[in-house]
């Protein structure tokens, strides 16, 4: 994510004072003027490196950011982008965005994901940024201390994707070059967890928190929806590769589709609307660091086993001196025993 979000350390920042300059005043001219384009470009350039953060615990940071006050202001769902290209750029531009989609918020649900989606491409529509997915995506990332988002740079590329969250995060950027608007988050274009406060959050306005992402839109004429204007760049360009290539473990064709509807709880049968709103935040999903086969939740150490089933022989008999037997994975009946049996 934009920062410190997902299955490593992410984020999208800003950590400049924002002023609408003179030349952003609206105008009866329909299109953004030459000057406007240059002054909005000027605006969201040279930004600072990702790391500067407050000195606070992740208990510190969210008691803050939890006081901090969301900012009333209107907006509206941002515009359809519909991804025309040629087959290799459409290959790149779908995998730049599932990366950002998974390494950013595999453990945030559905909604989690698609709003990540919808912020790289507010982003990729605003003229201060790149005019691709994989631009947007990979923004600075040769710059060890300005990349955009940091997952990027940050080694979290040599860790083995989970299939069954890759599968997931795919979908949701399958459909959000289809079309599809998370209208959640307006036209946010930065985000960061919840545990963390950098210093660019106070020159935003924060909108929205979906799960553990607190999500920001450039204050002023910038954060306006007439300000995201930009034309996509028609092709995409090649991301750097990863000190290390890693395999990207994804499931058989025949089942990827139907394994990413289950977990999204898309209704596969029925129609999809253009424009989603953010369902009843559903439970996290577990990361998984692939590298150590090991189960996470939300950072903490891996869950303890459940036991195995019991044998029939080591059921007690009951009441009326009928041997009991013990539970299996189909009985879900309330009010049993916690023996097992």
Not at 84 to 104: F, G, I, K, M, S
Not at 158 to 175: D, F, G, N
Not at 262 to 277: C, F, H, P, Q, R
Request: hydrophobic share 40%.
């Amino acid at each position: 994510m934009l920062l410190f979000a997902g299955l490593g350390a992410a984020g999208i920042y800003a950590g400049w004072s924002l002023r609408t300059p003179s030349s952003m005043v609206q105008t009866t001219s329909p299109l953004p003027t030459a000057a406007q384009v240059a002054a909005e470009k000027a605006a969201v350039s040279g930004l600072p490196p990702p790391d500067l953060l407050k000195p606070l615990t992740p208990d510190e940071a969210a008691k803050e950011n939890a006081e901090r006050p969301f900012v009333s202001r209107a907006d509206t769902p941002a515009a359809r982008f519909v991804l025309h290209t040629d087959a290799d750029d459409r290959d790149r531009a779908l995998n730049c965005l599932t990366q950002a989609v998974y390494y950013e918020a595999a453990s945030e649900g559905a909604d989690g994901g698609r709003a990540v989606a919808q912020v790289v491409l507010n982003r990729m529509r605003h003229p201060g940024y790149p005019a691709s997915v994989c631009g947007v995506v990979y923004q600075g990332a040769e710059r060890p201390s300005g990349c955009q988002f940091t997952f990027t740079c940050d080694g979290s590329l040599l860790r083995a994707p989970v299939a069954a969250l890759w599968a997931r995060s795919r979908k949701i950027a399958e459909k959000a070059l289809a079309g599809d608007v998370f209208a959640a988050v307006g036209h946010a274009t930065h985000y960061h967890a919840d545990y963390v406060l950098p210093y660019w959050a106070d020159s935003l306005d924060k909108t929205v928190q979906i799960g553990r992402h607190i999500f920001y839109r450039l204050r002023g004429t910038l954060g306006d929806s007439r300000s995201f204007f930009q034309r996509y760049a028609g092709s995409e360009p090649l991301p750097p590769k990863p000190e290390t290539d890693t395999a990207v473990v994804i499931p058989p064709a025949a089942v990827t589709d139907q394994l990413a509807s289950a977990l999204i709880s898309d209704n596969v049968a029925g129609a999809s609307t253009d424009v989603e709103k953010a369902a009843v935040p559903p439970a996290p999903a577990p990361l998984v660091d692939s590298l150590h086969g090991t189960l996470l939740a939300d950072g903490e150490a891996a869950p303890v086993p459940s036991p195995r089933h019991k044998r029939t022989a080591d059921c007690p008999a009951s009441s009326q001196g009928k041997q009991l037997k013990p539970l299996t994975a189909e009985d879900v009946r309330a009010g049993v025993s916690n023996s097992g049996c």
